[in-house]
């Protein structure tokens, strides 16, 4: 027994010591902590930027990774040099944003965000725009002196306000990590506005939202006036409260346009979008499938006036996860007497949507590709505009004028030699004068012979249109069903259309909409329209040839129009027709 013992006691010993040699790393030899390898950081403008981060280094290698929902990134840089410039591409309300930052080898397992703060700083250092250091590459003797007296000069400048929306003194703006939830240095972005005013140096204008208060990023001057911050950003929180709850009524079903709480979002008085009142836009949102889903984030103020409780909120809005481009981006918000803010819509009189547009034309001639901006004007408030004047870039200089087409529902561009409808093609030396993001048109609206517009409304195209040179019959939507044979022998016929229209998408491309139409030579009329989901493949339809007072008419044309998006929110659409 004696002896037994003996042994487990030296196998315990045997089995101790080699457990306590491995904890050791044998041999004497310390622990060892595995290096640092990735770069984490927030990206946002107020709010997150729903987009992508590229991280260069001082070689010139690049990666990119996708920006989280909250505005997170992290990028392994193992196989990276630094230093390295950081930037974030996306969307945060609808507006594109290109920000910048920087950050050093030291920085290797820590946080480098990317903000207009951050952009700023990198400017500063550089004299010229951060997109101009970023492209160079010359900023291998970037130094993390560099940067912390950057930070530290804007910190200065900024100090009264971070201070007053609860931000420490001791913030390092580059490298202190939080949180996009409207609440310290999220709060700060919010009321804090950056803009660039002059592209070679950098220089910038820097004001406070709430105040006003303006300062340039050249001058010692701070930003001292505080005034009604604190309230500001306790009311941005309600503003983003708000707006969950209206994406939180969506989020499984519709809910029913009478729901108390959906009607205590909106203040039924004064609400006004794209031409509606308060009681049409509810009818329509709780009614239609595609809304189910569909999430309000992203929110960012525009403009606020604390003291008489109005402000401009831009959102993003998301379908079944995706930035719709073109979705309402901006609404205005009234604050009550119960302190709650009430959204009001975007105070448009008529409906308004400018976009690029692409369309592939089968008919029984020569098949065609047409290029250029769809205007989408109606008056939907029913306030007997009668014509509209769009200018911007790539048009006429007069404009192009669209008149009132009762019986389509829809503005038509007055000469019909030049357009397609609401479509106005353009060739590539047009296209070549738009700029390739945020191009911007004004559009003015009339009623009668009145000559002085009864509205001007300015609208931006997210992305340019497509080049001519740029697509092919490959890159648009393709029907399958009917054929165009099939749409031929529909004319002639006044019986009832009972089908379906089946089609197949190109990769990148999601559904947006279907129309089909049938008339006479008369005028008159038949359609069906609708809105598509995103895995929609065919849809199902009924159209009977009646005339408003009853009576069937023969059939001399139709037309099929299926579209889809592009990821910049682009349509390219196929457009079938048949006539006798």
């Known amino acids: 027994m004696r002896k037994t013992w003996q042994i487990v006691k030296t196998l315990i010993l045997i089995g101790t010591s080699a457990l306590i040699l491995a904890a050791c790393g044998g041999g004497g030899g310390g622990s060892t902590t595995p290096a640092a390898t990735t770069i984490s950081g927030t990206a946002a403008a107020g709010a997150p ?15 990119t990774v996708q920006i989280a929902a909250d505005g997170k990134y992290t990028v392994d840089v193992s196989d990276m040099t630094g230093p390295f410039m950081v930037r974030a591409d996306g969307y945060v309300g609808g507006n594109e944003y290109h920000l910048y930052s920087a950050g050093t080898a030291a920085d290797v397992g820590g946080t480098i965000n990317v ?28 130094t993390a002196t560099e940067l912390k007296t950057e930070s530290d000069a804007l910190k200065a400048k900024l100090l009264p306000v971070l201070q007053a929306v609860g931000v420490s003194d001791s913030i390092d703006l580059l490298r202190s990590s939080f949180s996009t939830d409207h609440s310290g240095l999220d709060a700060a972005l919010d009321i804090i506005k950056v803009e660039t005013t002059d592209t070679t140096t950098g220089a910038a204008t820097i004001t406070n939202l709430i105040t006003k208060q303006a300062i340039s990023s050249t001058t010692t001057a701070v930003l001292t006036d505080t005034t009604n911050v604190a309230t500001g950003m306790t009311d941005i929180q309600k503003i983003s409260a708000g707006f969950k709850q209206f994406s939180d009524l969506f989020a499984t079903s519709l809910p029913s346009e009478t729901n108390a709480t959906l ?19 509810l009818s329509e949102i709780t009614t239609d499938k595609e809304m189910i889903g569909i999430s309000f984030t992203n929110i960012s103020i525009q403009s606020m006036d604390v003291a008489k409780g109005t402000a401009t909120v831009a959102f993003t809005v998301l379908e079944n996860g995706k930035v719709s481009l073109d979705a309402p981006v901006a609404f205005h918000m009234i604050k009550k007497a119960d302190g709650k803010w009430y959204m009001q819509g975007d105070q448009y009189i008529v409906g308004i949507d400018i ?3 692409a369309e592939y034309h089968v008919t029984s001639t020569t098949p065609q590709i047409i290029t250029g901006i769809r205007f989408n004007i109606e008056d939907r408030g029913g306030l007997n505009i009668t014509s509209a004047v769009v200018k911007g870039a790539g048009l006429p200089v007069d404009g192009v004028t669209l008149i009132n087409n009762v019986a389509y529902d829809q503005f038509q561009i007055q000469n019909p030699t030049q357009s397609y409808g609401n479509l106005y093609p353009l060739t590539d030396a047009d296209i070549a004068k738009i700029a390739d993001t945020g191009e911007a048109y004004t559009v003015e609206l009339y009623i009668g012979t009145n000559t002085t517009p009864a509205a001007t409304y300015t609208e931006k195209l997210v992305k340019r249109p497509y080049l001519s040179t740029e697509l092919t019959v490959d890159n648009f939507p393709k029907v399958t069903s009917p054929t165009a044979t099939e749409l031929y022998a529909l004319l002639g016929s006044s019986a009832d259309i009972n089908d379906s229209v089946t089609w197949t998408l190109p990769s990148g491309l999601t559904n947006d909409w279907l129309s089909v139409w049938v008339g006479d030579n008369a005028g008159n009329t038949a359609r069906f329209e609708a809105g598509l989901l995103p895995a929609e493949t065919s849809r199902s339809l009924v159209l009977s040839p009646v005339t408003s007072t009853g009576q069937r008419f023969t059939i001399t044309w139709g037309n099929i129009w299926l579209g ?17």
């Open 115 to 142: 903000t207009p703060l951050t952009d700023l700083i990198v400017a500063n250092i550089a004299n010229t725009v951060a997109a101009n250091y970023f492209e160079s590459g010359n900023f291998s003797n970037l």
């Open 564 to 580: 889809a998006y592009d990821s910049y929110g682009r349509q390219l659409g196929i457009s079938m027709n048949a006539w006798q």
């Open 263 to 281: 009607l205590g979002l909106f203040d039924s008085a004064t609400f006004l979008d794209q031409g509606q009142n308060l009681a049409s836009f």
């Open 355 to 357: 976009e690029p547009v």
């Open 49 to 63: 930027i729903i987009g992508s981060v590229t991280i260069k280094d001082s070689k010139g290698a690049t990666k």
